[in-house]
């Protein structure tokens, strides 16, 4: 039976690295009885693949691993037994039942199917970001950054990856967007949820390419901001939090838990 778990991260737990979140969730899964599938072999390891890492230092409600047990259980029945076995500040929302895998098909996990990722970015009240300078970016046809790839660093146009731009101080407007919005109605409720606010910050939100073949990261996003505003760019001058990430099947792009292949 496939399975797949969203999950949030947040509090002190952000600086725990991948590999660390990937044991926590092994051990948790043992502290159940839930029945989890092992790889063959002379090192048998649980049948566990987790979507796109994410970075260290940022807290998420989006996070996602796919599982395998050996007999079925309701979605139900995982929440309430993997819920039970979690610790503080890591957090189980949502459980979809998979479909069963076709012999002789590519293995579809949720990792293959991320096509984009929608992050809230507060720039703290003492970096000097304001409003305006969300939206003189929001306003730029093109903007020129340079990101790290495997090669070495390569000249990257910004507004290529970012398909959505909201600002969230007061109510939330919507300053670019170049398809139908994927974070309205209750989507949107759900994202902001746990996004820390604070009193005279300036917060946004981006929905941006992700996964194997195009990645933004959310630190471009903030750094591009730093730039408009005429300050140079520090990671601890914005808390960045990851919302959801989406996946793309059948011509539609919507939240992994929607996504059963």
């Not at 044991?23 to 796109?52: N, W």
């Not at 209750?186 to 981006?206: D, Q």
Request: contains cysteine.
């Amino acid at each position: 039976m496939r399975t797949r778990i969203r999950f949030s991260k947040f509090g002190s737990m952000k600086y725990l690295g991948h590999l660390d979140v990937m044991r926590y969730f092994q051990k948790a899964i043992r502290r159940t009885d839930l029945d989890v599938c092992y790889s063959e072999g002379f090192h048998p390891h649980q049948i566990m693949s987790f979507a796109q890492p994410l970075s260290l230092a940022l807290t998420s409600d989006g996070e996602y691993f796919d599982v395998e047990f050996k007999t079925e259980h309701s979605e139900e029945e995982i929440f309430t037994k993997l819920s039970a076995a979690m610790g503080a500040e890591f957090e189980i929302s949502h459980v979809t039942r998979l479909n069963d895998y076709i012999k002789h098909t590519k293995k579809v996990t949720g990792m293959s199917l991320i096509h984009a990722a929608a992050y809230y970015i507060e720039a703290k009240p003492g970096a000097a970001v304001r409003a305006e300078h969300i939206r003189m970016l929001a306003a730029c046809e093109k903007f020129s950054m340079m990101r790290k790839t495997k090669s070495g660093e390569k000249e990257y146009d910004l507004m290529t990856g970012i398909r959505e731009l909201w600002l969230t101080d007061g109510e939330p407007e919507m300053l670019l967007g170049r398809e139908t919005t994927l974070l309205d109605g209750h989507l949107w409720e759900m994202g902001m949820k746990n996004c820390r606010r604070e009193a005279g910050a300036t917060g946004f939100v981006c929905l941006v390419d992700a996964g194997s073949e195009k990645n933004v990261s959310a630190d471009l996003c903030a750094e591009a901001v730093s730039r408009l505003a005429g300050i140079p760019y520090h990671s601890s001058d914005y808390h960045i939090h990851r919302m959801e990430l989406f996946g793309k099947a059948e011509g539609s792009v919507l939240p992994l838990w929607k996504i059963v292949l």
